[in-house]
Structures are given as C-alpha cells and as structure tokens.
C-alpha cells in the first residue's frame, strides 16, 4: 500500500471535475485501497481522488460508531461513480472539515437524509439512503468530484477566515512563496457558492 499526497486547497486538481470510472480493474482497486489507507494516516473520515491529484469520480469513507457495549464499528468503503437521487428538505447543522483545508472547521448546513446511486469497485449497481453525518460526509466527496469544496457553502465571514487561514497554512509548509503576485485567475478566490 502506498500513502498518497493529499493535496491542499490552492491546487488546481481540486477545482476540477472528476470523470466518470469506466474500468472497474485491478488499478481502481489499489486506488481505491491507497486512498483509504492515506485517509485513515490522516484522520479523515472522507477522500475523494481529486484530492490525490487523480480526476475519476471515486472517493473513500469511514466513520468508526461506537456501540452501546463500548465496540467500535467501521462503516465505510469505496464509492464510484456517485449520483445523488434525492434529499430532504430537512436540514442538519453541524461542522465540518476537509483534508485540503488541514484543521479548519466550519459549521455548514447540509441535507438531513439523502438517497444516492453508486457502483462498487466491482461496477456493480446499488442504491443507499443515508442520514445525519454519513449524508454529510457522501455529499462532502460528491461535491469534491464536481470541484466544488466545503468553503462554498460557508456564511460569508467564516469563508473568508477559512481562505486566510490556508493562505498562511501554504507558506507556512512552503507551498507558496511570499511576495509572489497571485496567478492568473487566483485560485484562492476560489469559485462562487452556487
Ligand atoms: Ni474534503
């Protein structure tokens, strides 16, 4: 197994749409095995591929429910190909945070309960209806295929702290340089909430 480099907001790879999977082979497999693998080093409970630099509509989850006799359950797997069917018009609260935005949490409101379409890593077809934090986290990673990214759906002050906050974040790891003018089309202004 090899642990991947996750990419921090700032890159391109994460403003882009991802595409369909069309091969359900061996190397989608290790795919989607690295990207779990890199996802619980670090901590997370949601990777999409964008996130690995690589543009397929792929991402991982787990999230560990802990039972009533203290036994600590994994929910998770590989998700390809995700299609939203429906969701609630209930809304839940709650924070949230992204592995390309390393310790920032925000609160931001998401669907209560959704239903989604999706293929395993063997293409086969399945339908889930899924509530609370596993709804949160699946349109998280959906969002990520299509290039968008938690921070646009942030309240106007918090996205603002949130893009300082990884501005800093990136020179600080040396990723930018300081007194570099912005590239063309800055990438940190991001792209407008829908
Ligand atoms: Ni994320």
Redesign the pocket.
Known sequence: MAQMEIRIFGDPVLRQRAHDVQDFDGRLATLAQDMLETMRLADGV?L?AN?VGVLKRLFTWEVPIEGEDGDVTRHGGAVVNPTLIDSSEELQDGDEG???FPGLFYPVQRPLRVEVSYQDLAGDDHTVQLEDFFARVWL?EMD?LNGIL?VDHLAKHDRRAALRAIREYRLEQGLDEPDKPAPPGNLLLGRRSR
């Open positions: 949601g999409a996130q992204c592995l390309s998280h990520h938690f």
